[in-house]
């Protein structure tokens, strides 16, 4: 059957979905418990029976904010990287290593070789680099909403010095400072995996020496270790819009390199 006639299967997007909910979640909550310490730093403007209720209230959604946090980032998100990793080796030399299927989930026409590995990986690292440059648009503007909003606060001397402590603890938060700076350094990192495989393969270095494959390997594992220390999940919507741009730039590119063999 030829590409053009295959319908294109992700088994492994099932594993990220229960990412995308619980961080959904945890996001949720944060905002939730970032208006109830709001509130706990002005309780006369609360009913009697509240201004007891809401500290405990408080204590028991940061709780449950950190347990969700923890599992998403040290069981949801690295079990989807690991059986994508899995996926993404068994494509690449054509032994199955998980029962997740892909179909068309890359494209190039390498046979299983150390060669489809690192355009595998180069692919990887295009569509990464460019999805988190797109979503970066966004979240550099919100950021620095956020920082002016802060310096504001700060250079008004009428403001308690307990709101000052409020609004420093939501802009350094993991949810706004960290999650931009991790997206940040993720962009970076893929995008420099991407130009070391684009220059490996511009020079047509073959793929059973020794060179071209400890390069490789050498970009596979800074791929997959920049997804890990990041921890990020970038955005399926944003990745869907620039799908087709992408594909075709991908096409062009594996053209100009003369990867379609």
């Given amino acids: 059957m030829s590409r053009e006639n295959q319908e294109r299967i992700d088994e492994v ?18 905002w939730v418990n970032v208006s109830l310490s709001l509130s706990i730093l002005f309780p006369e403007i609360l009913p009697l029976l509240l201004q007891s209720v809401i500290p405990l209230v408080f204590i028991v959604f940061v709780l449950i904010q950190f347990v969700v946090s923890q599992i998403n980032r040290f069981y949801l998100i690295p079990k ?8 993404m080796l068994s494509d690449a030399f054509g032994t199955p290593l998980s029962h997740d299927k892909t179909t068309l989930y890359y494209n190039n026409d390498y046979s299983p070789s150390m060669d489809r590995l690192g355009a595998n990986t180069m692919e ?6 460019e999805v988190a440059a797109k979503m970066l648009i966004s ?19 009428d403001i308690n010095l307990d709101v000052k402590i409020w609004i420093t603890q ?9 999650q931009w700076l991790s997206l940040e350094v993720l962009r970076i990192r893929q995008a420099r995996t991407y130009e070391k495989l684009h220059t490996h393969f511009l020079h047509e270095i073959s ?23 990041a921890s990020y999940l970038l955005s399926t919507k944003v990745f869907n ?10 096409e062009q590119v594996r053209s100009e390199l003369r990867m379609n063999c």
């Fill in 124 to 129: 990887n690292a295009l569509f990464s680099s």
């Fill in 80 to 87: 989807a990287e690991r059986i994508r990793r899995e996926q």
């Fill in 139 to 157: 979240k550099r503007g919100l950021v620095g909403i956020y920082l002016i909003a802060w310096v504001l606060v700060f250079s008004l001397r």
């Fill in 207 to 229: 793929g059973n020496s020794q060179r071209a494959i400890a390069t490789i390997l050498d970009s596979f594992v800074a791929y997959e270790t920049a997804k890990s220390s």
């Fill in 13 to 30: 997007s099932q594993y990220y979905s229960h990412a995308v909910k619980f961080d959904v979640i945890g996001a949720w909550l944060f």
């Fill in 170 to 178: 939501i802009v350094f938060s993991g949810e706004i400072i960290v």
């Fill in 241 to 250: 819009e620039l799908n087709p741009e992408l594909t075709k730039k991908w």
